[in-house]
């Protein structure tokens, strides 16, 4: 990410953290003349203890001089999470890793993570690194999503198979919602390693290949580890019901295990088995009902 992209973005985020305050929500009028949703300027750099003149620049996008205690002040001020906290210091002060991989390499997986991913038979699990492409999975994965064997490792993304594919799209009975937590992991990652300038590429890919990514990619939220339930509707097995919880996988390589755990007050689980156990279905990707 170059120097302008990132203040850009980091005025971008900016304004989105400010529209999502309710004005009340801090102690202030709603007020009947107010023409953008959210907080005004003025009113978080108060909040802040800063001047609105600092604030606006700062929002601007403006290369200006700022300091982690002032941010901890408007961190505070638009009521930030931790992980957006660290979005924020990212592109203010571009605290990144420091890390920027050229060649696109599929990370190895170890043997006790092989182990673990077959040993967790009725949860589907999807192993993805850094850029969220899809490096590893189990057999449960193949059966309710697809078999990603037959997707080029360079294709392999997924975010551009949630854009891209209508497997993925007609499984999920609420797709935005579906996929908000992969791009609240996304958002996390690009802030994270800010000088990598495949993120900047794949963003320009994605919103000129997809229209429709840019204004999702605007309002989504940063987490570096969602918790999300999920309703699928599996043209074999029909509604199906998951937790859907991101681990952090210990090890040089940054990678994330994407566990899909069935709702225990569901029959999912049964639906699950049963279809792992049909011989025609092994490994095959999800078929759109007649």
Not at 30 to 51: M, N
Not at 132 to 142: F, M
Not at 263 to 281: F, G, N, V
Request: proline content about 4%.
């Amino acid at each position: 990410m170059n120097h302008q992209t990132r203040l850009q973005a980091l005025s971008t985020f900016l304004k989105t953290q400010r529209a999502k305050i309710l004005p009340q929500s801090v102690g202030l009028a709603p007020g009947t003349r107010r023409r953008t949703p959210g907080l005004r300027r003025e009113e978080v750099a108060q909040l802040a203890g800063v001047s609105a003149t600092w604030y606006t620049w700062l929002e601007q996008g403006r290369d200006i001089k700022v300091s982690a205690s002032v941010l901890d002040a408007v961190a505070k001020a638009l009521q930030l999470t931790v992980d957006e906290r660290k979005y924020l210091y990212a592109l203010a002060m571009e605290t990144g890793t420091g890390v920027s991989i050229q060649k696109e390499e599929a990370p190895q997986i170890s043997p006790s993570l092989s182990r673990i991913l077959k040993e967790l038979r009725s949860c589907p699990c999807i192993i993805s690194d850094r850029r969220l492409h899809i490096v590893g999975w189990n057999d449960a994965a193949s059966h309710v999503f697809m078999d990603f064997e037959q997707i080029p490792y360079e294709q392999r993304n997924m975010l551009r198979l949630l854009f891209s594919r209508k497997e993925f799209q007609r499984l999920a009975v609420n797709w935005e919602h579906f996929m908000s937590g992969f791009l609240a992991i996304f958002r996390a990652y690009y802030g994270q390693y800010v000088e990598d300038e495949w993120y900047e590429q794949f963003l320009a890919e994605m919103k000129e290949v997809h229209p429709d990514f840019l204004a999702l990619w605007e309002k989504s939220e940063v987490s570096s580890a969602p918790e999300v339930s999920i309703e699928f509707r599996h043209a074999k097995a029909g509604k199906m019901l998951f937790h859907l919880t991101s681990l952090q996988v210990q090890g040089s390589a940054d990678l994330r295990c994407s566990i899909y755990t069935p709702d225990p007050d569901s029959a999912t689980e049964t639906k699950l088995r049963q279809l792992m156990e049909r011989p025609e279905q092994t490994n095959t990707a999800y078929e759109e009902k007649a």
